[in-house]
């Protein structure tokens, strides 16, 4: 069973993963402060940070090898988003890198109520079909107010 190919489904803790758009963002920060203050001649010793694209790309290959060019990546958010500029950071980069890959936003009572089961165990939200699902919520007991959203995590990692 496991050295049959046949797509798998894998998680991947992505907890943090939103500092990889901060990280990016206070390299180009360092860069602009020491052009700023007439510095530039130390810029070659900050390294390159690739952390937002190597995160983006680890989505994009996950969304390329799902091999529907209409299915969607999904980020799952909190009701109320106040880490909304990070999000934005992946969202953004996913587009930059690959615009031809659409994001969708949704919490987890928006799953319960718009999402499904196709009878191929696809997940299927606002009718179209989910190749991966970026968890920014869901991860403590506090976002799930009641069954319903309980049911719409089942519902999740019950696709193929």
């Known amino acids: 069973m496991l050295h049959e190919h046949a797509l798998k489904q894998v998680e991947m803790n992505t907890i943090a993963s939103s500092?990889?758009?901060i990280s990016t963002a206070i390299t180009q920060l360092d860069r602009f402060v020491l052009t700023e203050i007439g510095r530039?001649?130390?810029?070659?010793?900050?390294?390159?940070?690739?952390?937002?694209?190597g995160l983006c790309n680890g989505m994009l290959d996950a969304w390329k090898m799902y091999n529907n060019?209409?299915?969607?990546?999904?980020?799952?958010?909190?009701?109320?988003?106040?880490?909304?500029?990070?999000?934005?950071?992946?969202?953004?980069?996913?587009?930059?890198?690959n615009p031809h890959a659409r994001v969708i936003r949704?919490?987890?009572?928006?799953?319960?109520?718009?999402?499904?089961?196709s009878k191929d165990k696809e997940l299927?939200?606002?009718?179209?079909?989910?190749?991966?699902?970026?968890?920014?919520?869901?991860?403590?007991?506090?976002?799930?107010h009641s069954k319903k959203e309980w049911d719409a995590r089942l519902l999740m990692e019950s696709t193929i």
């Not at 299927?124 to 799930?144: E, L």
């Open 124 to 144: 299927i939200v606002d009718g179209v079909v989910v190749a991966v699902i970026y968890f920014r919520s869901g991860y403590q007991t506090d976002a799930y």
């Open 19 to 21: 500092f990889a758009g």
């Open 106 to 117: 949704r919490n987890l009572t928006q799953i319960a109520e718009r999402a499904s089961l």
């Open 40 to 53: 530039s001649d130390i810029m070659e010793h900050i390294p390159a940070n690739g952390a937002l694209a």
């Open 69 to 97: 060019k209409d299915a969607v990546i999904l980020f799952i958010i909190e009701d109320v988003t106040y880490n909304i500029c990070d999000q934005r950071f992946h969202e953004f980069e996913i587009r930059r890198l």
